[in-house]
């Protein structure tokens, strides 16, 4: 079972930034693929990006290129989502999800754990 806690949520005006983490339990997060998926009121969750597990190599939806990084911290099992030139259209909860044999995937079903997510409010 691994257990995951997001933070770093909160209140933002548009064009500003706000830094998601996700911290993990278990002792073999390096071996995890990670994901970040969001949710908007009244819509289906959907992939923003995630991290692999060797390489580190990261992928972005179409939506968030160029202005989300995602990046991980194998020491204190913990992956981050920067999110800059943030726009009202990000506004949603986030969360992130363990892909326990490594790879990253926009599908929701391929993440075996997930957190409870985080709130990001972004005003015009």
């Known amino acids: 079972q691994v257990q995951l806690v997001e933070s770093g949520g909160g209140l933002v005006q548009a064009g500003g930034s706000l830094r998601l983490s996700c911290a993990a339990s278990?002792?073999?997060?390096?071996?995890?693929?990670m994901g970040w998926f969001r949710q908007a009121p009244g819509k289906e969750r959907v992939f923003v990006g995630g991290i692999g597990r060797s390489d580190g190599s990261t992928y972005y939806a179409d939506s968030v290129k160029g202005r989300f990084t995602i990046s991980r911290d194998n020491a204190k099992t913990t992956v981050y989502l920067q999110m800059n030139s943030l726009k009202p259209e990000d506004t949603a909860v986030y969360y992130c999800?363990?892909?326990?044999?490594?790879?990253?995937?926009?599908?929701?079903?391929?993440?075996?754990?997930w957190g409870q997510g985080t709130q990001v409010t972004v005003s015009s």
């Open positions: 278990g002792r073999t997060f390096s071996s995890y693929g």
């Open positions: 999800a363990v892909n326990r044999y490594g790879g990253v995937s926009y599908r929701s079903g391929t993440y075996d754990y």
